[in-house]
């Protein structure tokens, strides 16, 4: 196990990852950002460490010894809602899809750049900053009525999301993909603009994320409501109008 020294408010970070290079490259580079690490080698050390520290942000390999990452993450998640950004050895759809379903925020194939990890990190990061602000403020403030667009109802005070009165479950990230989309309804979004949007992240080499969980909301809300307009991006189309192509979904360029 890797650790630096916690300090009062300052972010914390939990790592787990059962490789001991990886895990040590990692807590050296957050290290150096000025942020607490904690790494664990195993599942069910990373589900006990998280419930003692509390991190800000988990950084979490899907292959772990014990019980698996998505395991880990169902757990985590299950205590106390936190970002999450799963690694994975192989570039399959299918896992990163389930990852999305359990939990996790975002993504990353090993191998994987240091810069590129930090800049992912640090955008999950924002967003929560993001929403703990947002959720004091409707405290304060008139609550926005909820977006009705077609037969989805987004209230994003309570961050809930409905279809046909059918109450639908989604992460975080792919909630705030939804009201991108959903608030400009049958207006084509490049992948680059929903990863500056959404992400805060401004590199084109993060548009397989958009891919992912575009079909992630698809798996949950049917494959009706987000068009692909192949080469350029999606189009969110209200369930009043003709259905959408979908015949090559989520990817294409």
């Not at 003692?52 to 988990?58: A, H, I, S, T, W």
């Amino acid at each position: 196990m890797a650790t630096s020294v916690a300090r009062p408010g300052v972010t914390t970070v939990l790592v787990v990852e059962d490789e001991p290079a990886i895990a040590q490259a990692i807590v050296n580079r957050f290290t150096a950002e000025g942020w607490t690490v904690e790494s664990v080698g195993d599942g069910h050390a990373g589900v006990a460490a998280a419930a003692r520290l509390q991190p800000d942000v988990v950084v979490l390999d899907v292959m772990l010894p014990g019980i698996d990452g998505l395991e880990v993450c169902r757990q985590i998640q299950a205590e106390r809602p936190v970002p999450v950004l799963m690694l994975t050895a192989r570039d399959d759809e299918t896992d990163m899809l389930v990852g999305l379903g359990v939990g996790a925020d975002d993504y990353m194939t090993k191998p994987f750049s240091m810069r590129e990890l930090v800049a992912r990190t640090k955008v999950l990061l924002r967003r929560t900053e993001r929403a703990a602000r947002a959720a004091e403020m409707a405290t304060v403030q008139q609550p926005e009525p909820p977006l009705v667009v077609g037969d989805v109802t987004i209230d994003s005070a309570q961050r809930r999301v409905q279809r046909a009165g059918t109450e639908v479950h989604l992460t975080p990230t792919e909630f705030d993909l939804l009201l991108t989309l959903a608030s400009s309804p049958r207006t084509v979004l490049t992948r680059e603009r929903l990863l500056a949007d959404v992400w805060d992240w401004v590199d084109a080499s993060g548009t397989r994320t958009v891919d992912s969980h575009i079909k992630a909301l698809r798996r949950k809300l049917g494959p009706d409501l987000i068009r692909t307009v192949h080469g350029v991006g999606y189009a969110y189309e209200p369930a009043t109008d003709a259905p959408a192509d979908d015949s090559a979904e989520g990817g294409g360029s």
